[in-house]
């Protein structure tokens, strides 16, 4: 059974940080791009940050760059989003994205981050 389960998000101040997680299972994680995309209120689901299947590339949005980092650990299966300096325009859901090179994917069904004081 395919799972991918993200986790870590919550309220945080303005300037804090947050460390997301995404646990997959099911299947073959190392042979997956894993992304983070995010999705606010009123607002279209938008790519955060990409990471190659041996984690030896990475991609940002122009919104989260220096500030966001993706990074994955293959022996244990999950992705991870260590997200800092975030601001009031980073609240919104969170979802975890694994796609392989066929284009199959799965997705979890995300996680809230609310940035405010």
């Known amino acids: 059974q395919v799972q991918v389960v993200e986790s870590g998000g919550g309220l945080v101040q303005p300037g804090g940080s947050l460390r997301l997680s995404c646990a997959a299972s099911g299947f073959t994680f190392r042979g997956y791009t894993m992304d983070w995309y995010r999705q606010a209120p009123g607002k279209e689901r938008e790519l955060v940050a990409r990471?190659?299947?041996?984690?030896?590339?990475?991609n940002y949005a122009d919104s989260v760059k220096g500030r966001f980092t993706i990074s994955r650990d293959n022996a244990k299966n999950t992705a991870y989003l260590q997200m800092s300096s975030l601001k009031p325009e980073d609240t919104a859901v969170y979802y975890c994205?694994?796609?392989?090179?066929?284009?199959?994917?799965?997705w979890g069904k995300g996680t809230l981050v609310t940035v405010s004081s």
């Open positions: 994205n694994a796609v392989d090179t066929r284009g199959m994917d799965y």
């Open positions: 990471i190659t299947m041996a984690g030896g590339s990475t």
